[in-house]
């Protein structure tokens, strides 16, 4: 799999990028990441990437030329193939006017062979990179923050470690919250007592029967605690 994030502050994403999961499925070349300034395609001396909005407004857009030109350069295409592209690449745009990401988005992406993430700035983008050059439109939540480039991280997260071979275990995965319609059950290890605060009795039981009956009463009743709604979809 190979994604490339489209940002005009690339230093954000490099050092996470590095780390962790992340970093070991780059080593092991389970993917590739790369990491484009959007200035590099911007013209003039001072690489200007936004401008006042037209119809006035309070603060400025992201232009659209650097962010066509980059993508369209990295990516490997023509502006005529445009419809193309999009046929063979998924680009996606952070923007809280995007669909809401959740587990389902995330296996779909996680599938794909590449993936483009544009990180939006200011006010937002010229709309016409969203119509013409994007995909998709994504946003984490309910909520609005000063650029793409947090939005860009949990995404790749979210898609890395579904990649085989880069979670150890394949079967965390598989029992994790939000697969099956509910939260995930309680976790405890070692010591059993902790200062009197008491590890469940049936964990220890080593009766395996009992333990999944347990997890799954539990997963309900953790998901009707903290996300009722999940167990009305």
């Given at each position: 799999?190979?994604i490339d994030?489209?940002?005009?502050?690339?230093e954000m994403?490099?050092?996470?990028?590095?780390?962790?999961?992340?970093?070991k499925a780059?080593e092991r070349?389970?993917?590739?990441?790369?990491?484009?300034?959007?200035?590099?395609w911007?013209k003039?001396?001072?690489r200007?990437?936004?401008d006042?909005?037209f119809?006035?407004?309070p603060g400025?857009v992201?232009?659209?030329?650097?962010?066509f030109e980059a993508?369209l350069?990295?990516l490997?295409y023509?502006?005529?193939?445009?419809e193309?592209?999009k046929s063979?690449?998924r680009?996606?745009?952070?923007?809280p006017r995007g669909?809401?990401l959740d587990?389902p988005?995330?296996d779909?992406?996680?599938?794909?062979e590449r993936?483009a993430i544009?990180c939006?700035?200011?006010e937002?983008?010229?709309?016409?990179?969203l119509?013409?050059?994007?995909?998709d439109a994504?946003?984490?939540?309910?909520?609005v923050?000063s650029?793409?480039e947090a939005a860009?991280?949990?995404?790749?997260e979210?898609?890395?470690?579904?990649?085989?071979?880069v979670?150890?275990?394949?079967e965390s995965?598989?029992d994790?919250?939000?697969?099956?319609?509910t939260?995930?059950y309680?976790?405890?290890?070692?010591?059993?007592?902790y200062?009197?605060?008491k590890v469940?009795?049936v964990?220890l039981?080593?009766?395996?029967?009992e333990?999944?009956?347990?997890?799954r009463?539990?997963?309900?009743?953790?998901?009707?605690?903290?996300?009722?709604?999940?167990?009305?979809?």
């Amino acid at each position: 799999m190979r994604i490339d994030v489209f940002t005009i502050f690339p230093e954000m994403l490099r050092a996470p990028l590095r780390e962790s999961l992340l970093g070991k499925a780059r080593e092991r070349g389970l993917v590739r990441l790369e990491v484009h300034d959007i200035r590099d395609w911007a013209k003039g001396r001072h690489r200007v990437v936004d401008d006042a909005p037209f119809g006035g407004g309070p603060g400025m857009v992201m232009k659209p030329e650097p962010v066509f030109e980059a993508v369209l350069e990295v990516l490997g295409y023509p502006f005529e193939e445009l419809e193309r592209m999009k046929s063979e690449v998924r680009v996606v745009l952070t923007t809280p006017r995007g669909r809401r990401l959740d587990q389902p988005l995330l296996d779909e992406l996680a599938a794909e062979e590449r993936v483009a993430i544009i990180c939006g700035r200011y006010e937002g983008v010229d709309e016409r990179v969203l119509e013409h050059l994007c995909t998709d439109a994504v946003s984490i939540g309910d909520y609005v923050l000063s650029g793409g480039e947090a939005a860009a991280l949990v995404l790749i997260e979210g898609m890395v470690r579904l990649v085989p071979g880069v979670v150890g275990n394949r079967e965390s995965i598989r029992d994790e919250s939000f697969r099956g319609g509910t939260l995930e059950y309680p976790q405890y290890t070692r010591p059993a007592d902790y200062r009197g605060l008491k590890v469940p009795e049936v964990l220890l039981s080593g009766n395996h029967a009992e333990i999944e009956e347990w997890r799954r009463r539990e997963a309900e009743r953790t998901t009707l605690r903290f996300r009722p709604d999940l167990l009305g979809r």
